[in-house]
């Protein structure tokens, strides 16, 4: 597979292997959630399937998980933050650029 060179604006680096979400980038918070909770979306069940390091326009680097068509995984607030919720892991969960930007704020029980 023949990554592009860039995603989300950002220049590819790299693809990364995966052993790495659970022992180099263990301590982002973000790759911490998709190491114990998986890289599935939540939602549609879509996978995160391409570990990718790339390099913002002022310099700064980025570790990302991507789809098969590279959509971005994101984490999401179970409880949004807006309604109380706090950024602990057991308040995230894995979800598609997507499948998040559709749910907002809102609860699940409330789509």
């Known amino acids: 597979m023949t990554l592009p060179h860039t995603l989300n604006g950002n220049r590819v680096l790299k693809r ?13 918070r973000r790759l911490q959630v998709f190491a114990k909770k998986g890289t599935s979306c939540v939602r ?3 996978e995160g399937v391409y570990l990718i390091a790339s390099v913002d326009q002022g310099g ?3 570790v990302d998980l ?10 999401d607030h179970i409880l949004p ?13 894995p979800m598609c650029q997507y499948c ?12």
Not at 66 to 75: D, Q, R, Y
Not at 81 to 93: E, F, P
């Open 16 to 28: 990364l292997d995966f052993d790495q979400l659970h022992t180099k980038y263990f301590n982002h």
């Open 44 to 46: 549609c069940g879509v």
């Open 60 to 62: 700064g680097h980025h």
């Open 66 to 75: 991507f789809t098969a068509n590279f959509t971005l995984m994101t984490i």
């Open 81 to 93: 933050r807006s309604k109380g919720g706090q950024s602990i892991l057991a308040n995230y969960q």
């Open 100 to 111: 998040n930007s559709r749910k907002g704020n809102t609860l699940e029980s409330d789509i």
